[in-house]
């Protein structure tokens, strides 16, 4: 492995590898970074495999240009294969400056073939493959130069493997026709304001513990706040001030910096910094202005009372349906849905009353909450049958 180890540190071998990549019909792409002391992760590696080659991108080696990477990211007839792709994406759209077109998701095709849910590659690669991954390079810090050949290979191997996964995991999908599902499942996941970081949008990332306008306008303007801050000094939010820090702030809403510094998760100190002011200033405009400022959420649906026996039947339901067509329950529905369900039948807003969802199992849990299918014991095993008029 270490003779044919190829790691790209120039812009004519990436330019060269690249172009090769374009003619072919798909690429495998992986990452190694860190961000553990800063706001954005630091791309340390990244790992690219074709059906005719592979090869490990340095986009720390001086003066590397991206660029050519970035086009066969952004170019739709080439298929990009990752496994759980989130964080990586997030990476690319940084670096492009667009999302990334055409992806194939290797953990939701599992899970579209009965692999459970949010399956770790390892797992993957052990069920499909029967290879375990070497796991003794994960704690690498992979930022440090000169990596060794045994932690090299052991970033390709997320590649090479991958790289074996796909053709058959992709057939197999294409065979029973659910390619259509792993597309639905994908498309979401594809959208800009995923990987964005609008400081207006960050309190949405923050759990509401109150509905009440003066508190939502209080809670955007300290997360909006800190979310500058962690993006200008290139930080973790956390580092700027803590989530509970978020909560106080929208709770008690400080006028000046001496109610501020009252305040117990504002550490000691903090209102004497020039940020603080700025902080307090952004709190009390949001306040004054709270009935445009403050965000419109929305309508909270009131559950009816008792559901917790309809949902477990739901839940067994699910569970039997998807059993059957060897697919992971979570890409049916997930316990949201399943109250939804259960509260407003026909009416609830879920994916698993439309399309091929609720041909598996929405059709037959509204005939469960009409009375008109049951679940039987027979032996040690549940069924699910109809239940006579």
């Known amino acids: 492995m270490a003779a044919r180890m190829n790691v790209i540190t120039t812009q004519a071998a990436l330019e060269e590898f690249c172009a090769a990549a374009a003619k072919r019909p798909f690429i495998c792409v992986d990452t190694e970074f860190m961000r553990e002391s800063t706001f954005y992760s630091i791309l340390c590696l990244i790992q690219v495999a074709t059906d005719e080659d592979e090869a490990i991108i340095d986009p720390q080696a001086k003066g590397l240009d ?137 309190w949405e990332r923050l759990k509401i513990r109150n509905p009440k306008k ?58 004497k910094s020039s940020k603080a002011k700025a902080l307090v200033e952004a709190l009390n405009a949001a306040i004054d202005n709270a009935d445009d400022y403050a965000p419109v959420l929305p309508k909270v649906k009131h559950m009816p009372p008792n559901l917790g026996p309809t949902t477990e039947m739901l839940k067994t339901l699910l569970r039997l349906r998807t059993e059957y067509v060897d697919i992971a329950p979570r890409m049916v529905a997930n316990n949201a849905d399943i109250e939804q369900l259960a509260a407003f039948g026909e009416k609830a807003e879920i994916a698993a009353l439309s399309g091929w969802r609720r041909e598996i199992f929405g059709e037959d849990a509204l005939k469960m909450l009409a009375g008109k299918i049951g679940l039987r014991l027979e032996g040690r095993e549940v069924i699910a049958l109809p239940l006579e008029d």
Request: proline share 5%.
């Open 66 to 202: 991206l660029a050519p990477f970035n086009a066969l990211l952004l170019d739709a007839k080439i298929t990009k294969v990752l496994h759980a792709m989130r964080q990586d994406m997030e990476i690319f759209y940084k670096m492009c400056g667009a999302v990334p077109v055409n992806i194939f998701d290797t953990q939701i095709g599992a899970m579209a073939l009965g692999f459970g849910d949010s399956i770790g590659y390892g797992a993957l690669v052990k069920g499909r493959l029967d290879i375990n991954v070497d796991k003794g390079a994960r704690f690498t810090d992979w930022s440090r130069r000169p990596l060794t050949e045994k932690q090299l290979s052991y970033a390709l191997a997320d590649v090479t493997h991958l790289r074996d996964l796909y053709p058959a995991l992709r057939a197999e999908l294409e065979e029973k026709g659910r390619l259509g599902w792993i597309e639905e499942e994908i498309t979401p996941q594809l959208a800009e304001k995923l990987y964005t970081f609008e400081p207006e949008s960050a």
């Open 214 to 271: 003066h508190y939502l306008a209080a809670l955007k303007a300290a997360a909006a706040w800190r979310e500058r801050e962690a993006i200008a000094k290139d930080i973790p939010r956390r580092r700027v001030l803590k989530d509970d820090a978020m909560y106080d702030l929208a709770q008690q809403k400080p006028k000046d910096l001496g109610a501020l510094a009252r305040l117990r998760s504002i550490p000691r100190g903090f209102e």
